[in-house]
């Protein structure tokens, strides 16, 4: 296995705690295809601490087993994956061992759907008589996982309830339990991206409809959020690589000077030494494959107004792209709402100095946020 370089930072912590009140500590990690992102929260007295975070980088795994880029690193060899968290563990100095493991959305089956209200015993059927017409696999192969919606009065005035249903294959489900065992982790649970994405970013009490879009290297999910409860989600086509490839293919350059000059440079502000022609060709690249998910996230932003007659308030950025130049102001004045990037940070003690640093992190960590804080609550 290739020698790995993490991206890690040690937090250091000069208060003095008893001994016999050590706080306990959580592992949250997320298996992304950019990169694996851990963050080790602990909590002591109500207070909620972080500890430490790594981002490793899935770029040697993917040259080395895969000729495509946009492959998740969930796909390679147990072995290769423990192996990774193992060395990034070992090298940032983290002794905890209890983690929450995210799965990654675009592997997840999710769907809603409407049921009269009924009792728990009987809504377990129920929701497996549904999800028959639903899933696209025998229900033997995935595992099955939903949330409820309060009760409440349909056109008909008749109570009902709405499911949340995720399903997992079970093949995913073995093979995050086996590198958790690889790796000498002890797992507490799965959970699907989108939940740890509402922990992470929005309060329970939190008044406004918020839209929360997460915009990561394989998928964009957009969704939304009401009192920390998900009401819409829908999964979409643009995404971190699909904006790369583009850029490769029409410019006709190597996918990795692609990454590099998206990342960089963005919709905004296009490199300085090129001939305006070139400048106006690169931007024009990346508007109109931005235009479309505006256009998709609209639509599902109307569509809830003209089914609820609630206007979203405002939106949430997550996901490596929201960091790439020039799309929150795209967002904004596409909107003209609040938008802002997501920041899992923002109710989490951490030392001040580190305090610009997480900002600019905060939306590539925020399902790692959200993982570890399900094993904290």
Same mark, same amino acid.
Request: net charge positive; hydrophobic share 40%; charged share 20%.
């Given at each position: 296995m290739e020698k790995l370089l993490p991206h890690f930072k040690k937090i250091k912590y000069n208060e003095r705690m008893t001994p016999n009140l050590l706080p306990k500590s959580f592992l949250g990690i997320d298996i992304?295809?950019?990169?694996?992102?851990?963050?080790?929260l +602990? $909590?002591?007295?109500?207070?909620?601490?972080?500890? /430490?975070?790594?981002?490793? &980088?899935?770029? /040697?795994?993917?040259?080395?087993?895969?000729?495509?880029?946009?492959?998740?690193?969930?796909?390679?060899p147990s072995e290769d994956i423990a192996e990774a968290i193992k060395t990034a563990l070992s090298k940032a100095k983290i002794k905890t061992r209890d983690c929450v493991i995210s799965i990654p959305d675009f592997l997840t089956f999710f769907t809603a759907f409407d049921l009269p209200k009924m009792t728990k015993e009987e809504l377990a059927q129920a929701v497996k008589n549904e999800a028959r017409k639903y899933i @696209?696999?025998?229900?033997?192969?995935?595992?099955?996982d939903w949330h409820l919606r309060e009760v409440e009065f349909d056109k008909q005035r008749k109570k009902s309830i709405t499911i949340f249903l995720v399903a997992v294959p079970n093949e995913i489900i073995y093979k995050?339990?086996? %590198?958790? %065992?690889l790796a000498n982790l002890k797992l507490l649970v799965m959970e699907a991206e989108i939940f740890g994405l509402i922990r992470a970013l929005i309060k329970k009490e939190e008044e406004k409809l918020i839209g929360l879009i997460d915009m990561g290297a394989r998928s964009t999910t957009c969704s939304i959020v009401e009192k920390g409860v998900l009401r819409v989600y829908h999964s979409l086509n643009v995404s971190g690589s699909f904006l790369t490839e583009k850029i490769a293919r029409e410019l006709e350059i190597e996918w990795e000077l692609a990454e590099k000059l998206k990342r960089e440079y963005?919709?905004?502000? &296009?490199? +300085?030494?090129?001939? $305006?022609?070139?400048?106006? +060709?690169?931007?024009? %690249?990346?508007?109109?494959?931005? /235009? @479309?998910?505006?256009?998709e996230v609209s639509k599902i932003f109307n569509g809830f107004y003209l089914k609820e007659e609630k206007e979203i308030d405002k939106i949430i950025l997550a996901g490596g792209v929201g960091l790439m130049p020039g799309v929150l102001s795209i967002f904004q004045?596409?909107?003209?709402?609040?938008?802002?990037?997501? /920041?899992?940070?923002?109710?989490?003690?951490? &030392? +001040? &100095?580190?305090?610009?640093?997480?900002?600019?992190?905060?939306?590539?960590?925020? %399902? $790692?946020?959200?993982?570890?804080?399900?094993?904290?609550?």
């Open positions: 992304g295809t950019s990169a694996i992102k851990i963050v080790e +602990s $909590a002591f007295a109500r207070r909620i601490k972080l500890e /430490n975070y790594v981002e490793l &980088p899935t770029s /040697n795994f993917q040259q080395r087993q895969f000729q495509t880029p946009e492959k998740s690193v969930i796909f390679l @696209p696999l025998p229900l033997k192969e995935v595992t099955l995050c339990q086996q %590198i958790a %065992i963005g919709i905004s502000n &296009p490199p +300085s030494g090129w001939d $305006a022609e070139t400048q106006e +060709s690169f931007k024009e %690249i990346l508007i109109s494959t931005v /235009n @479309p998910l505006l256009q004045n596409y909107f003209k709402k609040e938008v802002e990037l997501a /920041n899992p940070f923002s109710n989490i003690f951490y &030392p +001040s &100095p580190l305090k610009e640093t997480l900002k600019k992190i905060g939306p590539l960590f925020a %399902i $790692a946020v959200g993982m570890a804080l399900r094993g904290l609550t």
